[in-house]
């Protein structure tokens, strides 16, 4: 029986800048944490000011704690040459919600095809060893409805289960939203759903 995943790895702070160079060009590599598009944008567009004078800014990432969106981008080096080789060492290290970029500085000797793959693979790959890289799990939030008579009921469930409450609110109607791994969410869900005057709802996270 296949047990469904509910881990992810990430890094936890932007990574140290890293440099490598192969025949006087030079490959800077970065890696950051990111939640979405807008702040890849932001991080890509800083680098190019910073980097003003360099050639290409190329770059890969991974976005959605079950790895469903990526890009890769050349920049204007070869086909594959560039982002694909980034994106391979994301894969590699088993990491989302991560930017990687590489930035050249050209330096007057062609690599070819097959020495820009290796050198762009090499400097995303010392990019993410210069990270912090941290496993989380894939948590489902829900939210839990019941009136203060329930209190006990739903707080021995709770304790039992070893639940993690993240919001509450506390009168007449009471309100909880707690946070369960996503392994467990269905068996929680049907816990609560089967209790008396307790009403759960799960909530859709993007």
Same mark, same amino acid.
């Given at each position: 029986?296949?047990?469904?995943?509910?881990?992810?790895?990430?890094?936890?702070?932007?990574?140290?800048?890293?440099?490598?160079?192969?025949?006087?060009?030079?490959?800077?590599g970065?890696?950051?944490?990111?939640?979405?598009?807008?702040?890849?944008?932001?991080?890509?567009?800083?680098?190019?000011?910073?980097?003003y004078?360099?050639?290409?800014?190329?770059?890969?990432?991974?976005?959605?704690?079950?790895?469903?969106?990526?890009?890769?981008?050349?920049?204007?080096?070869?086909?594959?040459?560039?982002?694909?080789p980034?994106?391979?060492?994301?894969?590699s290290?088993?990491?989302?919600?991560?930017?990687?970029?590489?930035?050249?500085?050209?330096?007057?000797?062609?690599?070819?095809?097959?020495?820009?793959?290796?050198?762009?693979?090499?400097?995303? /790959?010392?990019a993410?060893e210069?990270?912090?890289? #941290?496993?989380k %799990?894939?948590?489902?939030?829900? *939210?839990l409805?019941? =009136?203060?008579?329930?209190?006990?009921?739903?707080?021995?469930?709770?304790?039992?289960?070893?639940?993690?409450?993240?919001?509450?609110?506390?009168?007449?109607?009471?309100?909880?939203?707690?946070?369960?791994? /996503?392994?467990?969410?269905e068996?929680?869900?049907? #816990?609560?759903? %089967?209790?008396?005057?307790?009403? *759960?709802?799960?909530? =859709?996270?993007?």
């Amino acid at each position: 029986m296949k047990t469904e995943k509910d881990t992810f790895k990430t890094i936890t702070k932007p990574s140290e800048e890293t440099l490598f160079k192969d025949r006087s060009s030079k490959f800077y590599g970065y890696a950051f944490p990111v939640n979405n598009e807008e702040e890849i944008k932001e991080h890509i567009e800083q680098l190019k000011k910073q980097h003003y004078n360099a050639r290409h800014w190329c770059y890969a990432w991974q976005l959605g704690k079950e790895y469903e969106k990526f890009r890769a981008n050349d920049d204007g080096e070869p086909s594959n040459s560039a982002g694909m080789p980034i994106y391979g060492q994301l894969q590699s290290f088993g990491v989302t919600n991560v930017l990687v970029v590489v930035v050249r500085y050209f330096g007057g000797t062609k690599l070819g095809v097959g020495g820009l793959i290796q050198a762009y693979k090499t400097s995303a /790959k010392l990019a993410l060893e210069a990270s912090n890289i #941290i496993e989380k %799990t894939i948590d489902v939030d829900f *939210i839990l409805k019941f =009136e203060y008579p329930e209190m006990n009921t739903v707080m021995r469930i709770i304790k039992d289960q070893n639940l993690n409450i993240t919001n509450q609110k506390m009168e007449l109607d009471c309100e909880y939203v707690i946070s369960v791994r /996503k392994k467990e969410a269905e068996k929680i869900f049907q #816990i609560f759903n %089967t209790t008396y005057k307790v009403s *759960i709802t799960r909530i =859709e996270n993007e």
